[in-house]
């Protein structure tokens, strides 16, 4: 994968975790500034990164979707089903990246999504597990080996275009 594969890979996450409130308006800036550096660039996107932190919070509605329009990538509305499920693909990604252990994956899916997101469900089974581990035959290792399985489904993923798909002028 090039570094403009994996940078536009991580501005996609970024926005589909902060559509659920996972992270702040600051972190998709942020990501929108390693996608420039990574050699992304449009107009929108350099909009995007130059935002403050202050301007993050009331710009990032305005100016994420052209952002990831002009790249070829998906803006999830606040909270839609899409964006649950692409969110959850985000978290799945990190964990396998190491950023959350298997238990605090299925804790933080379990949390946002209940039992109620079938994409997720598996994960939340899961995370009731973790809590009963003591009271069954099961061990740690076997919990976070399935937990792995599953993120690994989830974390499959389409194609996200490197290149722009408007050059900038």
């Known amino acids: 994968m090039t570094s403009t594969e994996a940078a536009a890979i991580a501005l996609q996450d970024h926005a589909a975790?902060?559509?659920?409130?996972?992270?702040?308006?600051?972190?998709?800036?942020?990501?929108?500034?390693?996608?420039?550096?990574?050699g992304l660039d449009t107009p929108g996107l350099r909009v995007l990164a130059a935002c403050t932190r202050a301007e993050a919070d009331y710009d990032i509605h305005e100016l994420l979707p052209e952002a990831l329009n002009e790249l070829g990538l998906t803006f999830y509305p606040l909270a839609s089903d899409v964006g649950q499920e692409a969110a959850a693909r985000a978290l799945a990604r990190r964990m396998l990246a190491g950023e959350l252990t298997p238990r605090e994956f299925t804790f933080r899916?379990?949390?946002r999504y209940g039992h109620e997101l079938p994409l997720t469900e598996r994960l939340a089974e899961l995370d009731d597990e973790y809590d009963v581990l003591e009271y069954g035959d099961r061990t740690v290792d076997q919990v976070d080996g399935e937990v792995t399985a599953e993120a690994r489904r989830l974390a499959a993923h389409p194609h996200v275009p490197a290149e722009p798909t408007d050059t900038p002028s």
């Not at 998709?28 to 550096?37: S, T």
Request: aromatic share 4%; with cysteine.
């Open 17 to 38: 975790l902060w559509s659920v409130g996972e992270i702040r308006a600051s972190d998709v800036v942020n990501a929108a500034c390693d996608a420039l550096v990574a």
């Open 109 to 111: 899916i379990h949390e």
